[in-house]
């Protein structure tokens, strides 16, 4: 069973940038899409940010756009998240998951994913 690893989280002030990685233990082939979701207390994980292997083809949810950037490192089995402009809205703990088999677009939806980390705190000060 594939594991993964996310690190980069801290504490950072409004404005500030924080760097997130997410290490698989290895490439599941069968798994066409590597997501990033959110848990604020009290909230449900959504969506962030999702990236296909193969192309690099990339979303993100609306509130995040242009300040958020994933990408992937093939060889190294990690994907990246790059937050700058960060805000209090963005506090959560930070999951990284990949796409169930014969998922072949960037879902948005928790059930579309497997095998999720044990995530990453955020905290943004105002």
């Known amino acids: 069973q594939v594991q993964f690893v996310e690190s980069g989280g801290g504490l950072v002030q409004t404005g500030g940038s924080l760097r997130l990685s997410c290490a698989a233990s290895?490439?599941?082939?069968?798994?066409?899409?590597m997501g990033w979701f959110r848990q604020a207390p009290g909230k449900e994980r959504e969506f962030v940010a999702g990236?296909?292997?193969?192309?690099?083809?990339?979303s993100y949810r609306d509130s995040v756009k242009g300040r958020f950037t994933i990408s992937r490192d093939n060889a190294k089995n990690t994907v990246y998240l790059q937050m700058n402009s960060l805000k209090p809205e963005d506090t959560a703990v930070y999951y990284c998951?990949?796409?169930?088999?014969?998922?072949?677009?960037?879902?948005?939806?928790?059930?579309?994913?497997?095998?999720w980390g044990q995530g990453t705190q955020v905290t943004v000060s105002s």
């Open positions: 998951s990949q796409s169930k088999p014969g998922i072949f677009y960037i879902a948005t939806v928790t059930s579309a994913y497997e095998y």
């Open positions: 290895e490439r599941t082939f069968s798994s066409y899409t």
């Open positions: 990236i296909l292997w193969n192309s690099g083809a990339t």
